[in-house]
């Protein structure tokens, strides 16, 4: 049976892990091995890994690091960050990564994604699409940490990249990243019924019950956090956490349930 994937996003700088705030202010959180160590005992869904200086820096991926990451994850992983050409894909793939995510590249040459589909699978290629609201009301995508605006709307990102054949797109929303101020809703009811492949929404949980939110609002995806997985209380001290199996399927259960 399908259910919503529950996914910890985590963020890659220099090596190690951090936690931003609407793509800024970053706060080190630890060792990134440490944290699938942990999250691999409390048997989380999936797992994110986004290292967010390689695009900016223009860096290659940190394939030693990802090889430790993979060989160390019990669970399914995705990786983005640098990755420019399907080979660079391939090879990510190759090291025991279930999923590349991919932004800035594919805005630039969206016949890269048949490209990386063809190496790796349609199912492993997933499209990023990193979204910030105007003070018109309107989502405008955006890459390069929020740097950089890219033309063209949300919608006809989204349907372009399911056009190209994307296997799975993430909306990140860049207001709410960090903010723990609840997933923007608006947001997941403008797109979700453009989405023709799975979809991941990312920024701003603060709570299970925000996953919950998410849930009715959208029903079965991926329903992916950051802050809410590494931080605990109103003074954001650092600590891994994950709702136990039990207490993640009776939120999913009861948030289904809800028309």
Known sequence: MLRPRI??????????LVKTRQFGEDKYVGDPINAVK????KAVDELIVIDIDATRLDAEPNYSLIQRLANESRMPLCYGGGIKTSEQAERIIQMGVEKVAISSAIMQTPSLIAKVAEAV???????VLDVKKSLLKRYGV?????TKKVAGSLSDWIKRLQSCG?????????????????????????????????????GGASSLEDIGDLIKARGIGGCAAGSLFVFKGKYRAVLINYPEFQEKLELINKSLLVK
């Open 142 to 146: 955006y890459t390069h940490n929020g």
């Open 166 to 202: 994307i296997g799975e797109i993430m909306i990140n929303s860049i207001d709410r990243d960090g903010m723990q101020n609840g997933y923007d809703l608006e947001l997941v009811h403008k797109v979700k019924d453009l989405m023709a492949v799975p979809s991941t929404f990312l």
């Open 7 to 16: 996914t910890p996003c985590l963020l890659l700088r220099n090596g190690g």
């Open 38 to 41: 942990i999250f691999n005992e």
């Open 121 to 127: 699978g349609q199912q492993s290629v997933v499209g």
